[in-house]
């Protein structure tokens, strides 16, 4: 394989903690130390741009616990296969949890969760406005994974609801988040796309508990073009930092293709962001005020004050579901992506437009709570998502579509940003999951692709390793 790694030099004074300054702490790069393979021939087959086992917004499909790595996918015969294995491993133990992917959807993508207050690995998957299917395993299996054997028997049964939990028969959309207690929550979509709600769900180690509804699909909006009176809220992440504050970077989809200028765009608009404090039971805007509340009667909207910190029309091919991080010092990160002003007020292919003049951008609050956004100056040449992560020191990095790496030091104020791998020897096929977690752990960022192929044509999904700064 071919590769090209770019190790920048060391910047001055960057910030370690808050009010701690270090001199010279390194700039981003990335060394690439190797590839394992989970699966010679999984399943293929492209469907809303994307594979089942590759669309960026899984979460996760790849994690990192106690010393351990676990991915989720469905095999050429459509089984659905979680493995493990050591970290610096490579060789993964594999395990068919009884369920078989039902449609050629690449939404309905298998997402894990671990419960850290009983040690249980849930996984959700198979669901597109539709039912879902959740496993969860006994519990210490994620405490003890050196002790305890890698087989079938270690999960329960395939089900339709969580431990008899019904949440929605319209379900999409699923993303577990560890609380700072040691709780599990399930976030996830309510209803159908341009006409949707988010809502959440949590795990205290006996039950599943709804906590309900937290966005609004009414009111209405207006664009220079026209209006629209349904919508979705899309999700870039829901993360809490170490702090305990949980954090959500959004964009609205529109029903009504009415307010974009032409048919062929996408109705997404603005990138928002909102926070909450506890729990996910209140959001807060930008400002702090409380714009909503879980399962209570005012929740997110539309017409909320506060929610925008990126202005943008429905022209522009804005994607919906990007990435997000936070910082060190609990500050949020976020990578968004539409087609420029320069090359045009109005795109008529949103899939045509984006590959051809398409590009990422890096949008942070800094430490003053002013909110600024940076150009990657790479090409997406893709219609696809791109993927935000932040080393120890903060430099922040973007994988970008067919596992391409860019990188910026927090010390230039992420003005920086340039090409540290190409993804050449890869042949992925476009969008990438990440490992969120791994890389507080032992400082290795881990990829997992596809390798791209034709039709329905099985193929390789691998897992790549890059070593950080350290």
Same mark, same amino acid.
């Given at each position: ?12 004074? &960057? ?64 089984? &659905? ?390």
């Amino acid at each position: 394989m071919r590769r090209r790694t770019v190790l920048t030099t060391a910047l001055l004074a &960057a910030v370690a903690t808050p009010g701690t300054a270090r001199a010279a702490d390194p700039g981003p790069s990335v060394t690439l130390t190797g590839t394992t393979t989970l699966d010679t021939q999984a399943i293929f087959f492209v469907s809303y741009d994307g594979l089942v086992n590759n669309n960026s917004f899984q979460k996760n499909g790849l994690l990192t616990y106690k010393g351990y790595q676990y991915a989720v996918w469905y095999t050429a015969d459509r089984n &659905a296969v979680v493995g493990r294995r050591a970290l610096g491993a490579s060789t993964w133990s594999t395990v068919k949890v009884g369920h078989t992917l039902r449609y050629n959807d690449s939404h309905n993508v298998i997402s894990m969760g671990v419960s850290r207050i009983d040690g249980r690995l849930h996984l959700n998957m198979d669901s597109h406005s539709d039912g879902f299917t959740y496993v969860k395993s006994v519990a210490g299996l994620m405490d003890n994974p050196a002790g305890l054997s890698w087989t079938a028997d270690r999960f329960g049964a395939p089900q339709s609801t969580l431990d008899g939990l019904t949440l929605t028969s319209q379900f999409t959309y699923p993303q577990f988040i560890a609380t700072p207690e040691g709780r599990l929550q399930l976030s996830y979509r309510v209803a159908v796309s341009g006409n949707g709600r988010n809502a959440l769900a949590e795990y205290d180690g006996t039950k599943w508990t709804a906590l309900g509804e937290w966005t609004s699909s009414t009111g209405t909006y207006t664009s220079e073009r026209g209006s629209s009176t349904a919508r979705n809220m899309y999700l870039h992440g829901i993360d809490y930092d170490r702090d305990g504050r949980l954090h959500s970077f959004f964009t609205w989809r529109e029903q009504n293709n009415a307010v974009m200028c032409n048919g062929g765009g996408i109705t997404n608009h603005d990138t928002g962001y909102v926070y909450s404090d506890d729990r996910g039971r209140t959001w807060r805007n930008n400002a702090g005020t409380v714009v909503g509340t879980t399962g209570g009667s005012d929740k997110v909207a539309v017409t909320d004050a506060g929610l925008v910190v990126d202005p943008l029309n429905p022209d522009h091919s804005l994607m919906n579901q990007e990435s997000q991080f936070t910082d060190s010092a609990g500050l949020p990160h976020a990578i968004i992506s539409y087609v420029p002003g320069r090359f045009g007020q109005c795109t008529t292919n949103y899939v045509a437009d984006r590959t051809a003049n398409g590009r990422a951008f890096h949008v942070r609050k800094n430490a003053s709570g002013t909110w600024q956004k940076t150009e990657i100056p790479v090409p997406l040449s893709s219609s696809q998502r791109t993927k935000l992560v932040l080393d120890k020191y903060d430099n922040a990095y973007a994988i970008l579509p067919f596992g391409r790496i860019a990188g910026a030091s927090r010390a230039s104020g992420y003005t920086d940003w340039t090409l540290l791998y190409d993804g050449a020897g890869l042949n992925a096929f476009g969008e990438v999951v990440i490992d969120e977690t791994r890389i507080a752990q032992d400082d290795v960022l881990s990829v997992m692709y596809q390798v791209k192929s034709s039709g329905t044509t099985p193929s390789a999904l691998r897992v790549v390793d890059f070593r950080l700064p350290v």
